[in-house]
């Protein structure tokens, strides 16, 4: 079974940085897009950044300039490194994939959608 674990979330004081991992894992064919997503208190999960399989990224414009995502095909993770962090980028993190997965019976014929629990981030002011 595929599963996806984010890892990195804490507490952090406004202008300091946090990292966040989230490594892949289970029968996986291929990986195309990851990405993270955040919800904060009381607001609906938005993009916060996407990477492609190439390495082509997007970033939310709240975020771009202060937070970078990467990623490592071999380890199968994604990462986000959050700098100059803001009392608004409290949230849960989530981390999300596009995984084509490697069952008994064969490989998946189209790429699904993968979540993980999320990992929580406060930033104090």
């Known amino acids: 079974q595929v599963q996806l674990v984010e890892s990195g979330g804490g507490l952090v004081q406004a202008g300091g940085s946090l990292g966040l991992s989230c490594s892949a894992s289970g029968g996986i064919f291929s990986i195309n897009r990851m990405g993270w997503y955040r919800q904060a208190p009381g607001k609906q999960r938005e993009l916060v950044a996407t990477?492609?399989?190439?390495?082509?990224?997007n970033y939310a414009d709240s975020v771009k300039g202060r937070f970078t995502i990467s990623r490592d095909n071999a380890k199968k993770a994604v990462y986000l490194q959050m700098n100059s962090l803001k009392p608004e980028d409290t949230a849960v993190y989530y981390c999300?994939?596009?995984?084509?997965?490697?069952?008994?019976?064969?490989?998946?014929?189209?790429?699904?959608?993968?979540w993980g629990q999320g990992t929580l981030v406060t930033v104090s002011s």
């Open positions: 999300n994939a596009e995984i084509r997965e490697r069952t008994a019976v064969g490989v998946s014929s189209r790429y699904r959608e993968f």
């Open positions: 990477i492609s399989s190439v390495g082509v990224t």
